[in-house]
T-cell receptor, first 111, second 113 residues
Framework: LAKTTQPISMDSYEGQEVNITCSHNNIATNDYITWYQQFPSQGPRFIIQGYKTKVTNEVASLFIPADRKSSTLSLPRVSLSDTAVYYCLVGGEDSSYKLIFGSGTRLLVRP | NAGVTQTPKFRILKIGQSMTLQCTQD?????MYWYRQDPGMGLKLIYYSVGAGITDKGEVPNGYNVSRSTTEDFPLRLELAAPSQTSVYFC????????????FGEGSRLTVL
């Protein structure tokens, strides 16, 4: 199973771009990389998913290098409402669909 | 579609009591998961299922049991509740086509006194 490592916390200011990196050195061939956002007292919310290269949606971009041993979630122009915990999740068929979350990164956006 | 529905939302148990947390999804998802989240901590996988009749242990299965008799339902049973099981429990589901894209319920907050 791919173990993930993320920074425990990050600080940013409104309007800045935030990049959160996740390390997953033993990612399996068929594993996908998925990022979640969680606010207090709520369940995690899906942000973005990718397999390789770059994926972009309306809220974020996900950058995955060729060796897939890490990934970077990019949040453009963060606002106060982006203050949350962000989780990287790696898994798929090769891990028998056993989806284990890492410790997450607590992002604080300041005015 | 209601998505993933968990009941109850809140429950207080006494030490040694048993209860079942219910989880049902109406999206015809094959995969279902139970996680627990202690205050200020991350999510820990308790049990998961890749289809009706198939269940498997996660990271922290001790003290819990599950069953998956239908695609829709994945109840989590706590036997002999202990204070260490005080937590928020989340049920989630996903499909083979979008492995890792989990749809979560709103959570069940359990306190064991």
């Amino acid at each position: 199973l791919a173990k993930t490592t993320q920074p425990i916390s990050m600080d940013s200011y409104e309007g800045q771009e935030v990049n959160i990196t996740c390390s997953h050195n033993n990612i399996a061939t068929n594993d996908y990389i998925t990022w979640y956002q969680q606010f207090p007292s709520q369940g995690p919310r899906f942000i973005i998913q990718g397999y390789k290269t770059k994926v972009t949606n309306e809220v974020a971009s996900l950058f995955i290098p060729a060796d897939r041993k890490s990934s970077t979630l990019s949040l453009p122009r963060v606002s106060l409402s982006d203050t949350a915990v962000y989780y990287c999740l790696v898994g798929g068929e090769d891990s028998s669909y056993k989806l284990i979350f890492g410790s997450g990164t607590r992002l604080l956006v300041r005015p | 579609n209601a998505g993933v529905t968990q009941t109850p939302k809140f429950r207080i148990l006494k030490i040694g009591q048993s209860m079942t947390l219910q989880c049902t999804q109406d999206m015809n998802h094959n995969y279902m998961y139970w996680y627990r989240q202690d205050p200020g901590m991350g999510l820990k996988l308790i049990y998961y299922s890749v289809g009706a009749g198939i269940t498997d242990k996660g990271e922290v299965p001790n003290g819990y049991n599950v069953s998956r008799s239908t695609t829709e339902d994945f109840p989590l049973r706590l036997e002999l509740a202990a204070p260490s099981q005080t937590s928020v429990y989340f049920c989630a589901s996903s499909t083979p086509r979008q492995v890792g894209e989990l749809f979560f319920g709103e959570g069940s907050r359990l306190t064991v006194l």
